[in-house]
């Protein structure tokens, strides 16, 4: 397993997106953002089923950031329960997985 | 690792993926499907490097629903032999992947 | 576990993507590359967040041939340091899989 993972957060729109990418990166709590723009989502909401547009967003950032990340996504997301998961990739090119690990750090306690 | 896994389908277009997502979830086999319309993939067949425009299906499910979910798409898709690949996420945000549980529900046996 | 594996790279613009792509179908070290032509990426560079356009490639292929992709890729790709990582899939169509490993081959030694 590589020191790597890749967060995955659908959100209603390109704005919302790259606002929390931008934001997550300034606080160096993740080493970038990569937003897919135009998705389309089908799920069930209050008994019908529903075809909204979305947006795709994968943060790259470390696994012990997966809670921080966590948190601050619930804090900028407009959803209520807003899609968070988490991917571990298995390799990587080396020098990228450094670039990620030199681009992030642990919040300071408190 | 969560209880929760993504499916991943290419398709030949936006159309077959959203039927394929609408229909299981209303079946309750996935909790959501996510439709990235704009996909080209390149791949060699009967000798040929192909450059075909596809589109990507990301469905949202349990891990026991894998099997289920597979039947069900190759009976819906138009291809011989599709892709479809299951993702495990190792870390997610506990009210989603109870949205997703809660979303989907094991067939009924016969 | 499966014996497939799926490789991200990010890339400039969707024609770096689809050359990498078919370079290595055509070298028979992946099976296929899924191209996502339009991606916006945030990242911090020399001190500044930028905002710049890029392309998603997926490739497909076995796990023993991430390596030699990875060194293909770096030879190809215009960056530095490209993203290059795997995800493993945990289940997948037993026909999709034997059609990845049935189009890669191990490079011949030397």
Not at 9 to 27: G, M
Not at 37 to 58: A, F, H, N
Not at 59 to 84: D, G, I, M, N, S
Request: net charge negative; proline share 10%.
């Amino acid at each position: 397993m590589t020191e790597v993972i890749l967060v995955l957060v659908t959100c209603p729109n390109p704005e919302v997106a790259s606002a929390i990418a931008r934001q997550l990166v300034e606080e160096e709590l993740v080493a970038c953002g990569n937003i897919l723009p135009t998705v389309r989502s089908i799920y069930r909401w209050q008994g019908e089923v529903q075809d909204e547009p979305e947006s795709l967003l994968i943060l790259k950032t470390r696994p012990e950031l997966f809670e921080p990340v966590r948190q601050r996504v619930l804090a900028l997301h407009p959803y209520e329960v807003p899609e968070v998961l988490s991917l571990r990739p298995d390799a990587g090119h080396r020098a990228y997985l450094d670039w990620v690990l030199g681009s992030t750090k642990l919040p300071s306690p408190g």
